[in-house]
């Protein structure tokens, strides 16, 4: 098998194009490829000693603090014994890392305000807070602006 990646920033989003010989069942493989996106739109954490599916699009973000990952939705907050580098490796591309502790989702971000004392980003729905830092404030504004 042969892999071919291209790069254009003239695309607004991700072209999957897949040439193959007659004899392959595209069907099969239409159903793997989309197998491989409905596994990770959902992910196991915990709360309370419980565990609970949550869809990674309500996820606004992770923060690490005291040894411990915490997952933020909008009303809860779980936890996951995944570290953020492993996360980070393991989420979509609409999750940005902002910070040493903390990775959010783009999709959810509602604003974001830079001021002396920090950049601050508030969520969609949601009372909760989060500051990027200023090493990552360039990319993450980057990406936001990308997005539109």
């Known amino acids: 098998m042969k892999i071919r ?5 003239q695309l607004a989003e991700p072209e999957i194009t897949i040439r ?17 996106g409905a596994t990770a739109t959902r ?16 996820v606004l973000f992770f923060e690490a603090a005291d040894h411990q990952v915490m997952v933020h939705t909008a009303s ?42 920090g950049n601050l980003v508030k969520f969609q729905n949601s009372h909760k ?5 200023r090493r990552f404030y360039k990319g993450f504004k980057e990406a936001l602006e990308r997005k539109g």
Do not use: H, W
């Open 43 to 58: 992910m196991t954490f915990s709360q309370r000693g419980e565990n609970y599916q949550v869809t990674l699009r309500d």
């Open 76 to 117: 809860e907050v779980f936890s996951t014994r995944q570290r953020l580098y492993e996360l980070e490796e393991a989420l979509p591309a609409s999750f940005l890392r902002v910070s040493k502790s903390a990775i959010l989702n783009c999709d959810q971000v509602f604003s974001l305000t830079k001021s002396v004392t």
């Open 5 to 9: 990646v291209e790069v254009d920033d």
């Open 20 to 36: 193959t010989p007659g004899n392959l069942d595209v069907d099969q493989l239409v159903d793997a490829i989309q197998g491989v």
């Open 129 to 133: 807070q989060l500051y990027v830092s």
